[in-house]
């Protein structure tokens, strides 16, 4: 199964079980310096998280995205838009069209990342500036989830490995790379209150099968109790944002 069509499943519930994506698409188009009348690209645009935000500074957007059901509540919730189901890896996009194309939370789930950015490079007029979202790698102290979800999780489902951004910028022909830090920590009351929110936001890209449903719940609370005694439950979904310009070759 492509990672798109696990996000086309939850397409109405992406933004509700995953509150941290409005605040990181508004982090990111104040990062990329819009100004009114730019030709925007958000590729990878999901409902919006970083299209709304475009949108008010005045920019002209075309949003692409593999999920129809994505796009689809996209389309209704900004008509203004253009959008189009596409490849980020092949762009149906004439050379040089764009002034600003923005990414957010889309480079780290792709199968090459290095085609994404090299066809990005391609649409973007010389000068014209790329800025991407990517989640920062799971802290060590929550490896035993992302051991749960190997052994347990749906098994048509591939974690990706990290990315290097900056590498694959220089590669693709950008110029220097500039990045933010963008800190969103959450502090959770207790363990079934950490399990109903990081259940609903699992659900959207590592649907759990039913049949192993039971076992990873006793297993995650016992693991999160322990961490509740110890005074930590707290979910770091820290995002780091880069930003470079298109050289002219
Ligand atoms: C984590 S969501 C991010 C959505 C939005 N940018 C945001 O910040 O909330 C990743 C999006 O990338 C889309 N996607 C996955 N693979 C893609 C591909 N090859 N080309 C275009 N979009 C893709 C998914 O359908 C999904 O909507």
Same mark, same amino acid.
């Given at each position: 199964m492509k990672d798109w069509e696990w996000f086309d499943r939850d397409a109405d519930s992406y933004e509700e079980n995953l509150p941290v994506v409005e605040g990181l698409g508004r982090a990111l188009a104040d990062f990329a310096g819009l100004a009114p009348g730019l030709r925007l690209l958000d590729v +990878?645009? +999901?409902? +919006?998280a970083v299209a709304r935000p475009a949108l008010t500074k005045g920019c002209r957007i075309t949003a692409i995205d593999m999920a129809p059901n994505m796009l689809r509540k996209l389309q209704t919730d900004l008509p203004e838009i253009t959008v189009r189901r596409m490849d980020v890896t092949r762009l149906g996009l004439p050379d040089g069209s764009f002034d600003v194309v923005l990414a957010g939370w889309v480079l780290d789930i792709l199968d090459d990342p290095a085609a994404a950015v090299t066809e990005i490079h391609r649409v973007l007029a010389p000068g014209g500036t790329f800025a991407a979202s990517v989640k920062c790698p799971?802290?060590?102290?929550?490896y035993w989830f992302r051991d749960m979800v190997d052994e347990l999780g749906p098994r048509e489902y591939t974690p990706r490995p990290p990315i290097d951004v900056p590498a694959l910028l220089a590669e693709a022909g950008f110029g220097a790379v500039e990045r933010r830090l963008v800190e969103h920590p959450r502090r959770f009351g207790d363990p079934e209150a950490l399990w109903n929110r990081l259940m609903s936001a699992l659900s959207a890209s590592n649907r759990l099968p039913a049949e192993r449903a039971t076992e990873f719940r006793e297993r995650f609370l016992a693991h999160a109790r322990r961490m509740h005694a110890d005074g930590d439950l707290v979910v770091h979904q820290d995002s780091e944002l880069f930003r470079a310009k298109a050289t002219t070759t």
């Open positions: +990878g645009s +999901g409902t +919006g799971l802290e060590q102290r929550w």
